[in-house]
């Protein structure tokens, strides 16, 4: 079997034109003080594969998207998992923050507290479902 997608460094790669869906779906919002993470997602590449633990987060210059990641031994966080090209990022943060804004739109008068096992203050819908899984999924898609 050949392939005749092989990139200048020998590496496989798609067509540029053919662009790879992004599918967001926030799981869970957070409403504490206590915390800088607004909510949970998860992200689906091209219907193949899945990337759980992203995060809306707070930050000085407004909300951002975290990828999962870890603290190296110089201090610094590193993501076990990152784009690799500008336009790869842009549609990976904008189908988080565009669910994370339709979720929060949904949110409006539909939702009371409760404090979950893990101790984080959940919204909840009044049909007692956890904020998460239904409309608030967006999808992007960007070229490689």
Same mark, same amino acid.
């Given at each position: ?8 460094? =020998? ?7 053919? !662009?790879? @869906? &992004? ?7 957070? *409403? ?5 993470? /607004?909510?949970?997602?998860?992200? &689906? +590449? ?7 633990? &992203? ?5 000085? /210059?407004? *909300? +951002?998207?975290?990828? %999962?990641?870890? /603290?190296?031994? *110089?201090? /610094?966080?590193?993501?076990? +998992?990152? !784009? ?11 189908? &988080? ?17 409760? #404090?979950?096992?893990? =101790? ?8 007692? @479902?956890?904020?998460? %899984?239904? %409309?608030? #999924?967006?999808?992007?898609? +960007?070229?490689?």
């Amino acid at each position: 079997m050949t392939n005749d997608n092989k990139n200048e460094a =020998g590496g496989v790669s798609g067509p540029a034109e053919n !662009p790879i @869906s &992004v599918k967001a779906q926030i799981h869970r919002l957070i *409403d504490r003080y206590d915390t800088n993470t /607004k909510a949970y997602a998860s992200v &689906v +590449f091209g219907g193949s594969y899945a990337l759980h633990g &992203v995060k809306v987060v707070a930050g000085q /210059k407004g *909300d +951002f998207v975290s990828l %999962p990641s870890y /603290k190296g031994a *110089d201090g /610094k966080y590193y993501e076990y +998992f990152h !784009p690799v090209t500008a336009a790869a990022r842009s549609g990976l943060n904008s189908a &988080v923050m565009d669910a994370y804004r339709v979720e929060l739109g949904q949110t409006q008068g539909s939702y009371g507290h409760t #404090e979950g096992q893990d =101790g984080v203050d959940h919204m909840e819908r009044q049909d007692g @479902s956890e904020a998460g %899984p239904g %409309p608030a #999924e967006e999808s992007q898609s +960007f070229a490689q």
